[in-house]
């Protein structure tokens, strides 16, 4: 069975401050990993699909990167409108394209 | 605004009771896929249609079922509901060859 974790499941930082987010993930043959945004009682943002493993992908102040077990979220000097929850999925290469997501990162950023 | 549309946004209903959810996909998009997330499970998959057809099925009780019109719209349908059916549920969209699904605003049902 398919299986993302991530962690830590809570992280404040103060502005400008930069950390990552984790996301380790057990998949029987990767189709692609997924990050999300999910602010307070919305629905996930997509943000990025990564591949294969070495893969890199940027926007604004993230960037999220991919090895055969893990990715991770790099988040740079933060602002306050980066506080969100954020999202790791996985799909598996054949069968259901279903998404299987991780519990999520609560990033709390303070001016 | 990911263009995939939910409706409705709230509902409140008592246990034993039925209802609908209603989704709308992007345009052009023939995957749906239903989500339930709740506060201690995290988002889980129930169920895809593929241009009409049911193509996978998750964690969906027999209680609910899903169906997809020939506009590409989806209904989710609950019944029976139970206190430990309130949730949200997010209906999501993909394009054909295309691995990304884009998800809508939700609805946040309650039942009492």
């Known amino acids: 069975e398919d299986q993302v974790t991530q962690s830590p499941e809570a992280l404040r930082l103060q502005e400008g401050e930069s950390s990552s987010l984790n996301c380790s993930y057990t998949v029987s043959g990767l189709r692609g990993l997924f990050w999300y945004r999910q602010d307070p009682g919305k629905g996930p943002e997509f943000l990025f699909t990564l591949y294969s493993a070495g893969e890199e992908k940027e926007k604004e102040r993230l960037k999220a990167t991919l090895t055969k077990k893990e990715s991770f979220l790099h988040i740079t000097a933060p602002k306050p409108e980066d506080s969100a929850t954020y999202l790791c999925?996985?799909?598996?290469?054949?069968?259901?394209?279903?998404?299987?997501f991780g519990t999520g990162t609560r990033l709390t950023i303070i001016p | 605004d990911s263009g995939v549309t939910q409706t409705p946004k709230h509902l409140i209903t008592a246990t034993g009771q039925r209802v609908t959810l209603r989704c709308s996909p992007r345009?052009?998009?023939?995957?749906v896929y239903w989500y339930q997330q709740s506060l201690d499970q995290g988002l889980q998959f129930l169920i895809q249609y593929y241009n009409g057809e049911e193509r996978a099925k998750g964690n969906i009780l027999e209680r609910f079922s899903a169906q997809q019109f020939p506009d590409l719209h989806s209904e989710l349908n609950l019944s029976s509901l139970e206190l430990g059916d309130s949730a949200l549920y997010f209906c999501?969209?993909?394009?054909?060859?295309?691995?990304?699904?884009?998800f809508g605003p939700g609805t946040r049902l309650l039942v009492l």
């Open positions: 999501a969209s993909s394009g054909t060859g295309s691995e990304t699904q884009y």
């Open positions: 345009s052009g998009d023939l995957s």
């Open positions: 999925a996985v799909q598996r290469n054949f069968g259901n394209e279903k998404l299987t």
